[in-house]
């Protein structure tokens, strides 16, 4: 069973293959493939989102008598991993939080949205947005 990949989790992985050093579009590819389904057709359009949002640049190399374009993350493309990463673990806990109670799914969905609000009211609180004080 394959999940369908929301945009920013390909970009997050992409990006974060991106970090072990440049490479080409066809080895993202094959990174890629060891955890999710993706074709190279799917994958090229991500690469020039991310570069035309300056996430990644690209430059060309010789090989085997033609060019071979290569990818490379920016300081930029590292930031926005950075922002991937939280994002996941917080989207990670909601999705756990969810399935670890499958006697009382609703429930367990509700306790996570309480939990989420919370952090969020502490935020506010610490921000001196919240006007319930």
Do not use: H
Not at 14 to 40: C, F, H, N, P, W
Not at 114 to 133: H, V, Y
């Amino acid at each position: 069973m394959a999940f369908k990949i929301e945009s920013s989790l390909l970009d997050a992985c992409a990006l974060a293959i991106l970090t072990r050093g440049d490479t080409y579009g066809y080895e993202i590819t094959q990174s890629m493939k060891q955890a999710i389904v993706v074709s190279e057709s799917t994958l090229y359009p991500v690469l020039r989102r991310l570069q035309k949002e300056n996430f990644c640049k690209t430059y060309d190399e010789p090989y085997q008598g033609r060019n071979r374009r290569y990818y490379s993350i920016t300081e930029e493309g590292r930031a926005k991993l950075e922002e991937y990463k939280l994002q996941w673990i917080d989207y990670k806990t909601a999705i756990e939080t969810f399935l670890g109670d499958a006697d009382n799914p609703v429930q367990a969905a509700s306790d996570a949205d309480d939990s989420a609000s919370g952090t969020d009211n502490e935020n506010q609180k610490k921000l001196g947005g919240n006007d319930d004080e």
